[in-house]
């Protein structure tokens, strides 16, 4: 992850902020929707980095900071087609699509 000029921390909100969810989520980490939504570092997301640094042994403090975002940079471009998390398709693909309705 590249850091855009700031340490992000709980109460921060930017594209920066939704980079970090979606780095995240390619590491399993669930972000509540609105965290997502708002682009908002909340405190599930305060969370979710904090158990990432313990997990790579780094002050879980729960800022990513340069180190951190380094770790996290390295950690999703080793993932595993296993570890990413896909939205299902809206209707599968061999289900016909609805008829028009007419009016």
Do not use: K, W
């Not at 969370?47 to 340069?66: N, P, W």
């Amino acid at each position: 992850m590249r850091l855009q000029g700031r340490n992000l921390h709980a109460g921060l909100t930017g594209d920066d902020v939704s980079a970090l969810h979606r780095e995240l989520a390619v590491l399993g980490y669930e972000i509540p929707a609105a965290e997502a939504a708002n682009h908002t570092f909340g405190v599930m997301t305060a969370g979710a980095v904090a158990h990432f640094q313990r997990t790579r042994r780094l002050v879980d403090s729960g800022v990513v900071d340069q180190e951190t975002a380094d770790a996290l940079g390295r950690a999703v471009e080793s993932a595993t087609p296993e570890t990413v998390v896909l939205a299902p398709p809206s209707r599968r693909a061999e289900e016909p699509s609805p008829p028009a309705r007419r009016t």
